[in-house]
């Protein structure tokens, strides 16, 4: 079995910067890519950013130079740097860890419950 939490999201105003983590737990690979999913109320869910077990990066577009992925494998955690944040981040957060081929996920993804990032004055 496999579990992922998320920790670290919060209210910041605009401009403000957040770091959100996401530990895995449980029989999992040290070559399982991670990734940052957000979802807004009434909306889908969407890609911000994963990062493959090389450290290769994808962004979603609305994040580019302002959010940062990142992970450090020996404790199966995964980072989301965000900055400059906007309202419209606002969003719960959920972080995925699975296989996967470049940015391509395979087989298995496993979610954690989701974390909420409220970006507000």
């Known amino acids: 079995q496999v579990q992922v939490v998320e920790s670290g999201g919060g209210l910041v105003q605009p401009g403000g910067s957040l770091r959100l983590s996401c530990v895995a737990s449980?029989?999992?690979?040290?070559?399982?890519?991670m990734g940052w999913y957000r979802q807004a109320p009434g909306k889908e869910r969407e890609l911000v950013a994963q990062?493959?077990?090389?450290?290769?990066?994808n962004y979603a577009d609305s994040v580019k130079g302002r959010f940062t992925i990142s992970r450090d494998n020996a404790k199966n955690t995964a980072y989301l740097q965000m900055n400059n944040l906007k309202p419209e981040d606002t969003a719960v957060y959920y972080c995925?860890?699975?296989?996967?081929?470049?940015?391509?996920?395979?087989?298995?993804?496993?979610w954690g419950k989701g974390t909420l990032v409220t970006v507000s004055s």
């Open positions: 995925r860890a699975g296989s996967s081929i470049g940015m391509n996920w395979l087989g298995i993804s496993y």
């Open positions: 449980g029989s999992i690979f040290t070559s399982f890519a």
């Open positions: 990062i493959t077990s090389g450290g290769t990066t």
